[in-house]
């Protein structure tokens, strides 16, 4: 071996000491105390000693996991995954393994941020670098097979910095385990000296066959008197799994301001819902396991974990009491040495499922959670869900009927007029709601869950999905078809209904109705309101009285002195109306909970007007084929006058051509990925009308790509005639070009001052703006008139066809909007139009009228121009001063 070789040989396996040495020494420091280190013997191939780990429920770690300033971030589910490398090796300790491995922790978060700019041919292009929002750790230490205990080191590189840090872990039994066996619990610490992040605390809650239930026993739960639903072995755990979400708390009134009534341990903090979600359940037996989360919302938020507001526990269904009962468990911060983190097992649960509902008790869930040290007084817990698994069993016990029916003035119904069937989709709302001064104050969204003694049978939520639908989502009339005809009942039916209102974020606050002010402590929000009364199929009359849930300090109650009155529209009207309404207090002025009257405006869009506008939408792409085909062929004969007449391109404006062109291109540009990728969101579902709406979409834009190569190539025909000659060209192009300006200045304005005297609603610019810009297309033969008045000539530039053909294709989309305004609803649920869209231009009565009279008046002004020069339609003295100055140069140079 020569000498060079030694000294590299020598120099590695110093290194290799050195390194070894300082994790022996890393480890001793960190993990003898709960796995002392003991000497390899061989190697080991058997996989299944081998511990695993994933789980999304950890700590956040403080400065580990923090958010930069000055990033965006995108929220997605966080993970903490553990993987050994499966050349590990036994030790002379038994049951002891030396093992190495990788943690990796997916933030919930992740970033875009600039890397640097990097130049190429032409210019450059700007890098974005999207953050993966994760951590790698590699990891050496040692497993404990018989006291399921795992203690490894290591260091990760994280912002330029290594991080070194121990992990510690206690992993579930694996023969019998009980409540307190039954996690993995641990944590990852920082080793740096000051540490650089707080310590990790993870767990996780596996399925584990072999669980022993042991601490659910009918003793400690009392007695049950009230009458509840039975549950079979497949509902328990169907419950378990989805029901049990959003759990709400009712406090005690004493509990106001009290330390005694919240289950968390702190200064009197009361959360407003109990999440539980199901670990493992056990069919045959009705048994399960659960992890339940104290929080402020209803939504919940799987990737949040705190061990302060989180418990785990046993549950088990009672066949004689028909009620799951449970018992919770508090989690400890996992410590050094590992040892039990599930302790004060004190905290009692019950739930049932109430057989009888009233407009009070419209709860499909309820029970209690106590503790029995009396550590906090009991509280109430309550579920409204409308997937209840034994919904088909409830009964619901009308109260409020008869005071509902005396609320309202019956009205005689009208001969030859039809109102939709109470089990119809055509019985729920999306509401307006305004004050007496007509001012926006809510919105609310209202569905019927009872009609009679059944359940509403379509209050799935379909409502609220078609309100926040795309534009172009039109297949939902396919998917609320009938397989069997509504049978419409003339005679009055009971109804209930839920009413969510929600209050609007824009406009003056104070306009806000007080209906809303009890509930905005907790609220995102809302309000919701639980009504029922009598619905009578014969004049669409709709009385009801309501129950509001509101909130006061953390306490629920209920205000019942609401009524409420509908009258909805003929369901067999060709066109759509307007279902009116009022929503009152029965209180007294004085009292603090009486609001002033609201009216209720909501647009009746039943099944048949859906389908009628599918007519329409098929209707109108076939009429824009059509206009963009006429626009192809007009465009081809003003080619073909140009090519026939070699001295006229000259005289055509290109400031004309440019406004056309871009008429053509925005639609193009706006629908790019619809032309070539084709758009993954739009439905090719075959509709009543028997198109596809996509595939006529495509050809629309076909269609159109070809006019607008039609248009290029005759502005590449005008353009090449005025190099030679720009004679009035930049005149006439300032002038149309300060006009635009002072117009879009105009329509700036007059937005400032609708937007200014205009309260709960804003008027949006681009709108505005979008709109002139129609206005300008239908105005396209200003350039034109312009340059034929600065240039004086009478020469046929524009052939007849062209602009006569071209101002009609202008013409028809008013004529049109018209019709559409007395054949189709006024307004349609997420209208979609493909021809004379009202966004796009200027679309009313009076401008249905004052714009075609426009661009007839200019297309005759361009028509007398080329008869008899461009200077015809001035004043005699104004033209002959035009002529006089222009000679005035000749004259001179002479």
């Not at 009076?846 to 007398?864: K, Q, S």
Request: charged share 20%; proline share 5%.
């Amino acid at each position: 071996m020569s000498f060079r070789s030694f000294s590299c040989f020598f120099l590695l396996a110093s290194i290799f000491s050195f390194s070894k040495s300082e994790n022996d020494d890393s480890y001793a420091k960190h993990c003898s105390s709960l796995l002392r280190p003991s000497h390899i013997t061989h190697r080991s191939y058997d996989d299944d000693s081998l511990p695993s780990l994933s789980t999304p429920y950890f700590t956040d770690g403080g400065n580990l996991l923090r958010m930069e300033p000055g990033r965006r971030y995108y929220y997605r589910q966080k993970n903490l995954n553990l993987r050994l490398l499966p050349n590990y090796y036994q030790t002379t300790a038994s049951g002891l393994y030396k093992v190495q491995g990788f943690l990796y922790i997916r933030f919930p978060y992740s970033s875009d941020h600039d890397d640097h700019t990097n130049y190429s041919y032409g210019g450059y292009n700007r890098r974005r670098n999207r953050s993966n929002g994760s951590l790698k750790f590699p990891l050496s230490g040692f497993w404990s097979k018989i006291s399921r205990k795992l203690c490894m080191i290591g260091s990760a590189r994280w912002r330029g910095v290594d991080r070194d840090a121990v992990l510690k872990l206690k992993f579930a039994d694996e023969e019998n385990p009980t409540i307190n066996s039954s996690l993995v619990s641990g944590s990852l610490e920082s080793t740096n000296d000051p540490p650089y992040f707080s310590p990790i605390l993870i767990f996780y809650f596996p399925q584990i066959p072999e669980y022993k239930y042991s601490l659910v026993t009918k003793q400690v739960f009392p007695r049950q008197k009230d009458e509840s639903l039975s549950m079979g072995a497949l509902e328990f755990c169907s419950f378990m799994r989805r029901e049990m979400r959003a759990l709400e708390l009712e406090y005690a009134a004493e509990c106001r301001g009290s330390h005694r009534c919240s289950p968390l341990d702190g200064d009197g903090y009361l959360p407003r819902f109990l999440s539980v979600t199901s670990i493992q359940c056990v069919e045959g037996s009705k048994k399960a396991r659960f992890m339940a989360k104290f929080v402020n919302s209803s939504y919940n938020d799987y990737n949040s974990f705190d061990t302060r507001s989180t418990v785990i526990g046993e549950a088990s269904w009672d066949d004689e009491s028909n009620r799951m009962m449970g018992v919770a468990c508090r989690i400890l911060n996992p410590s050094l040495p590992l040892g039990e983190v599930v302790v004060n097992c004190t905290m009692r649960l019950i739930i049932s499922h109430p057989s009888v509902l009233t407009i009070r008790n419209d709860a499909k869930v309820v029970g209690q959670i106590w503790s029995s040290d009396s550590h906090f007084q009991q509280i109430q817990i309550s579920s409204s869900d409308e997937r209840a698994s034994t919904e088909q069993r409830y009964e619901y016990k009308y109260t409020e009927v008869d005071k509902a029916s005396k609320s309202c003035t019956k009205k005689e119904a009208k001969k030859g007029d039809v109102y939709p069937d109470p089990q119809s989709y055509d019985m729920r709302f999306d509401i307006n709601i305004k004050n007496k001064k007509g001012q926006e104050v809510a919105w609310a969204s209202a569905t019927p869950t009872w009609v009679g003694n059944a359940s509403y049978q379509h209050g799935d939520g379909w409502g609220g999905f078609l309100a926040m639908a795309p534009a172009g989502a039109v297949s939902y009339v396919e998917s609320t078809a009938v397989t069997q005809p509504l049978q419409i009942q003339n005679t009055p039916t009971n109804m209930t209904y839920k009413i969510r209102i929600n209050p609007q974020y824009f406009g003056n606050s104070s306009n806000q109705s007080t209906i809303l002010s009890p509930s905005l402590e907790w609220a995102v929000g809302g309000v919701e309101i639980t009504a029922e009364g009598v619905y009578d199929a014969a004049n669409g009359q709709l009385c009801m009285v309501g129950c509001r849930k509101l909130v006061n300090k953390s306490i629920i109650f209920k205000d019942c002195d609401v009524l409420l009155e509908l009258q909805l529209p003929p369901s067999n009207r060709e066109r759509g109306c307007l279902t009116k309404g009022v929503i009152k207090s029965t209180r007294t002025g004085k009292d603090p909970l009486h609001f002033d009257d609201l009216i209720l405006q909501t647009f009746a869009y039943y099944r048949g007007e859906a389908e009628r506008s599918i007519w329409r939408m098929d209707l109108e792409i076939a009429m824009v084929l059509v206009s963009n085909t006429l626009a192809c062929i007009f465009l081809a004969l003003q080619i073909f006058h140009l090519k026939k007449n070699p001295e006229v391109p000259s005289s055509v404006s290109l400031v004309m051509l440019v406004v056309l062109s871009v008429g053509h291109m925005i639609p193009l540009v706006l629908n790019f990925e619809a032309v070539f990728l084709g758009s993954r969101d739009k439905s090719t579902l075959e509709l009543g009308s028997g198109g596809r709406l996509e595939a006529n979409e495509i050809a629309v834009r076909v269609i159109t790509m070809v006019a607008l190569l039609l248009q290029l190539r005759l502005f590449q025909i005008v353009w090449t005639a005025k190099q030679s000659s720009w004679h009035g060209e930049k005149k006439a192009g300032f002038g149309s070009l300060l006009m635009y300006i002072l117009g879009a200045l105009l329509t700036l304005i007059i937005n400032w001052m609708r937007n200014s005297y205009t309260i709960g609603w804003r008027y949006s610019v681009w709108g505005d703006i979008r709109s002139y810009a129609g206005l300008i297309l239908d105005g396209f033969l200003v350039p034109q008139i312009l340059l034929n008045v600065v240039r004086g000539s009478a020469e046929k530039a524009l052939s007849h066809p062209f602009y006569i053909g071209t101002s009609a294709v202008r013409l028809v989309p008013h004529a049109y909007n018209q019709y559409r305004a007395h054949n189709y609803p006024k307004f349609e649920l997420n209208a979609t139009y493909y021809y004379a869209n009202p966004a796009a231009d200027m679309y009313s009565t009076a401008w249905d009228i004052i714009i075609p009279c426009g661009v007839i008046a200019l297309a005759v002004v361009v028509f007398v121009q080329q008869r008899h020069g461009g200077r015809c339609i001035l004043p005699k003295r104004v033209s002959r001063g035009l002529e006089m100055y222009e000679k005035v140069p000749t004259a001179e140079n002479q």
